[in-house]
């Protein structure tokens, strides 16, 4: 099997816990299929770069996992037909991260740059 980073968009009038809830799923669904999930991250309402669906704003979450094809596929068919995602995507990478992901840490750096 190999390593993982899923990234996904959600509707902006969906609500931030139905997004936790929905990362809960396909961490669910991942292990159902065989996958490994390292870690999930939600990363809250954030503005797009353009216009999905005449939608400015989209709940961002990630999931690291360690899975096979079919996990991918089944995840991939999930997304694909649910209402309340507007994008996704899979990519390979060399090895999962412990750390929080560069979007998490930004807002980190920014706290404690404010501290000082």
Excluded: C
Aim: net charge neutral; no cysteine; aromatic share 8%.
């Amino acid at each position: 099997m190999a390593y993982y980073e899923h990234v996904f968009v959600a509707r902006p009038d969906v609500a931030p816990a139905q997004v936790e809830s929905l990362l809960e799923e396909l961490k669910q669904l991942v292990e159902e299929k065989g996958g490994k999930v390292g870690k999930t991250e939600y990363w809250g309402l954030r503005t797009l770069a353009y216009r999905i669906k005449k939608n400015r704003k989209g709940h961002y979450g990630l999931i690291d996992m360690e899975a096979g094809p079919e996990a991918l596929d089944a995840l991939d068919y999930r997304q694909r037909y649910a209402d309340d995602i507007m994008r996704h995507i899979t990519v390979r990478v060399e090895e999962l991260s412990e750390e929080p992901s560069a979007i998490l840490r930004k807002g980190d750096d920014k706290k404690r740059r404010d501290r000082r």
